[in-house]
């Protein structure tokens, strides 16, 4: 079983972020995604569900628990760093399950991410609307 959480900084303090991530990573902690929101870095974590850790973040809510291979390696880097041009190591790239999470444009309280990509699908205060995602 998995357990998810999620870390932000104000976009002025974003080289803050990489200490954070490196500190969670010795805790089992390892990267899904990173989100800029406009203000804020969100990054977006999960690891094995271990009652016996001594950190644990607030969970995110409205993220459905995805398992992770048990060949994949602890640590944000590892989720995000390219191959060298010779090799022929598979470049890790990190996913976010679909679901419905905080609208990154702030124009509505939620939108949709279908795995790959920000839909038109918003909500606010529970009624659905359509609104094309801004690049």
Not at 20 to 25: M, Q, V
Not at 59 to 76: C, I, K, L, R, Y
């Amino acid at each position: 079983m998995q357990e998810y959480s999620s870390v932000s900084v104000y976009i002025s303090e974003h080289a803050k972020l990489t200490d954070k991530l490196n500190a969670l990573a010795t805790d089992g902690w390892a990267v899904v995604s990173i989100v800029s929101t406009g203000s804020e870095v969100v990054a977006y974590l999960s690891r094995a569900k271990n009652s016996s850790a001594t950190v644990a973040p607030t969970p995110v809510a409205h993220v459905t628990p995805v398992p992770t291979p048990a060949s994949e390696q602890n640590g944000w880097a590892s989720a995000t760093t390219s191959a060298p041009a010779n090799s022929t190591t598979a470049v890790k790239t990190p996913s976010v399950p679909a679901d419905w999470y905080k609208d990154p444009a702030g124009r509505y309280e939620f939108r949709y991410w279908d795995g790959t990509k920000w839909t038109e699908h918003v909500s606010r205060g529970g009624v659905r609307y359509s609104d094309p995602p801004t690049p």
